[in-house]
Nanobody, 122 residues
Framework: VQLQASGGGLVQAGGSLRLSCVAS????????VGWFRQAPGKEREFVTS???????TYADSVKGRFAISRDNAKNTVYLQMNSLKPEDTAVYYC?????????????????WGQGTQVTVSS
């Protein structure tokens, strides 16, 4: 599975962005997909995941502000980010794995996309 993340950019605090993770080579419908982020000087951290049954999980820091969704027909997973804060600034990565448990781990997920930069100005 090849993953392509896009949609990052520069936004003011309080603004919104929608990230996309498009898969090729295989259908995403039987994969769990996660989003991670990595800020400068920090470790990559889990943001959210969606299972192949569309069950979702969120990090406490983004609950109520971010929403993950999937469109299997488009082989795409989206991350809608609202009420953005400067501390959300990071490179965002998507990952896929047949296992929901592994896709929630920054070290165990099998497939990774390249990152997309999100910068939130104050």
């Amino acid at each position: 599975v090849q993953l392509q993340a896009s949609g990052g950019g520069l936004v003011q605090a309080g603004g919104s962005l929608r990230l996309s993770c498009v898969a090729s080579g295989r259908s995403l419908s039987s994969y769990a997909v996660g989003w991670f982020r990595q800020a400068p000087g920090k470790e990559r951290e889990f943001v959210t995941s969606i299972g192949w049954t569309s069950m979702t999980t969120y990090a406490d820091s983004v609950k109520g502000r971010f929403a993950i969704s999937r469109d299997n027909a488009k082989n795409t997973v989206y991350l809608q980010m609202n009420s953005l804060k400067p501390e959300d600034t990071a490179v965002y990565y998507c990952a896929a794995d047949p296992s929901l448990g592994r896709v929630q781990s920054a070290t165990r997920a099998e497939y990774w996309g390249q990152g997309t930069q999100v910068t939130v100005s104050s």
